[in-house]
């Protein structure tokens, strides 16, 4: 991995980045992010990423929580989680992900445990397969940081 | 990164301007989108945090009002805040669209509003229009 060149894995990050707009995984908000990283904020991306995927899984387990209650039917407590986690996602570009949100709360707004349920499991599948591709990124820019022999400080992966 | 807002800042001392969101991935985004500007800020994690730090004497020329918050939502804060007589620059920022939702939270004394998420070019359009009317609140 140490023996790629600076500029291999640079065209890779570019290469992952450009299929994650392409399908639509993230949207123009993430270059948001990006142009708020410098050399005064060099890790400002995978911090505030690390935010969300923490905020994320207590949010997902906050609804799984819900749902899977016998007794659920609270309904607008599960608009609220999904309000803030849409307002998240939107937040990082993070577009699929905040997609789904937005059919998961027409579902709950209908009292459709089944379409919520159902809403659920694509939330939970295109969140996993967010953070994997993030991850994944964040990596390579590890990676590229010390090809580069830059001094930037190791991110500390937090999950 | 530097921005010109007609060639200059030129509004006396350093902008400063307060960030007032329960969520803590807009209070990063924002206090940095801020911070990259050059204008000094801080947060407040809901209205009346925001009430609590006015009321201590501080003044910003810019404060950034999410809508839904717990303990005090942005309408409360900016009603209150209007009622204390502070001037500043007040920009709502949600992720409601909906024409009544904005319209109720403009009614409570906002000068402008944003849909969430912010962008650069979104906060330099409120700056400009603090520029353009000099409202400034020292």
Redesign the interface.
Known sequence: MLGWGVDRLRADMSRLLAILFHQGVLDE?FL??Q??Q?ES?PN?VS??VN??FH?SEKLLRNLRGLLLDREFSDYKKMGIHL??F???S????ANRVRNVCVAFRAASEQNNRAGCLRALELLEHEYCYLKNKLHELFQMEQQRVLAAGARYPLQQQQH | MTTHINGSWELGAKMTALVVDDDSINQTIHHRLLEQLGIENQVARNGKEAIDIHCSGKKFDLILMDRDMPIMNGIEATRKLRAMGIRSMIAGVSTRCVKQEIQEFMEAGLDDYQEKPLTSAKIISILRKIHHSGSISY
Do not use: K, P, R, T
């Open positions: 908000q948001q992010l142009q708020l410098d904020s400002f911090e505030v935010i969300y905020e309000n803030q849409m307002g998240s939107s937040s990082i570009g």
